[in-house]
């Protein structure tokens, strides 16, 4: 069988599609398997293996765009699938998923359907975009915000944002909490213990802001967040965040203090917060002693 065919359906539903090969063969494929690309009706791809699925079906476990090829031959389909020193085109579509992805931090399969079905759906794209969840994931360091634990999912539209906090702290929960940077304190709050509950969050305040969330609720159920109404999203001070400015000590406390943990959470809240220079080779030189490494810090 080629290992090169073209993208013939997509099932934005569930993120799944099908190929089809040059010989008739049909392979089945999901979101997660394209990479670097977002695919499309008419895309010709490379297989880059396969794997039995749901009740024997072939099924893709990478694929690569490749240039477009209809009505060329089978000289240009199989030039199109090696190597070639021409740069790619551009991705006519948003890459979200892919960006995450890249990015190797703790994200769970809900926010990875979630992301992944709205780079294919504008319908969904712009529902998020509504309840005030601009996605655009990037490091925290993009936005002028110094907690290197912090990884930006999506924007509030007023300039502060949602994320996923990466600490090593938090490895012990089952996923990664959900927290809320303000960009006018620079204050990270926790928000929820995982996607399905921040999502819930996020439509219940919506709803509450007199907007119709129907139409988004079911989308985002059909993917996996709880259908069930939830409670609005609410900031909450945690013990595994950074010391606000009532609670934070001066820098030379925190510079003789004996407990390790506690030592952590002030010199972090003064790097991330105060760019206090002292407190900077202090920080690094505990995140070494513990084997910490703290993205872009």
Request: hydrophobic share 40%.
């Amino acid at each position: 069988m080629s290992d090169v065919g073209t993208i013939t359906e997509i099932e934005p539903e569930d993120q799944l599609g099908w190929i089809e090969m040059p010989n008739g063969d049909r392979v089945r494929f999901g979101g997660t398997a394209c990479k670097g690309f977002v695919p499309e009706i008419g895309m010709t791809v490379k297989v880059l293996g396969t794997k039995p699925g749901y009740g024997g079906t072939v099924k893709a476990t990478g694929l690569e765009k490749v240039a477009d090829v209809a009505g060329k031959g089978p000289a240009a389909v199989a030039a199109a699938a090696g190597k070639s020193s021409a740069p790619a085109p551009a991705p006519k579509r948003r890459t979200n998923l892919h960006t995450v992805q890249n990015a190797g931090i703790r994200a769970d399969e809900l926010l990875l359907k979630i992301l992944g079905r709205a780079d294919m759906d504008d319908t969904l794209h712009a529902d998020l975009e509504s309840l005030m969840f601009e996605v655009q994931p990037m490091p925290a360091s993009e936005l002028d915000c110094h907690n290197p634990w912090l990884y930006v999912v999506a924007m509030n539209g007023g300039g502060s944002a949602y994320g996923l906090y990466q600490h090593p702290v938090v490895a012990q929960f089952p996923q990664a909490p959900w927290v809320f940077w303000d960009h006018e304190t620079d204050h990270v709050r926790y928000l929820a213990a995982d996607t399905g509950a921040f999502f819930q969050g996020i439509l219940a305040d919506g709803e509450a802001a007199g907007q119709d969330v129907s139409r988004a609720r079911q989308t985002l159920s059909m993917l996996g967040v709880p259908a069930a109404p939830g409670a609005q999203l609410v900031e909450q001070k945690m013990t595994w965040l950074p010391p606000e400015d009532d609670e934070l000590r001066p820098l030379d406390e925190y510079l003789g203090e004996s407990d390790g943990a506690e030592m952590e959470r002030g010199l972090l809240a003064y790097v991330s917060r105060k760019q206090e220079t002292r407190a900077v080779q202090p920080l690094k030189s505990l995140y070494q002693a513990w084997g910490w490494n703290a993205p872009g810090f």
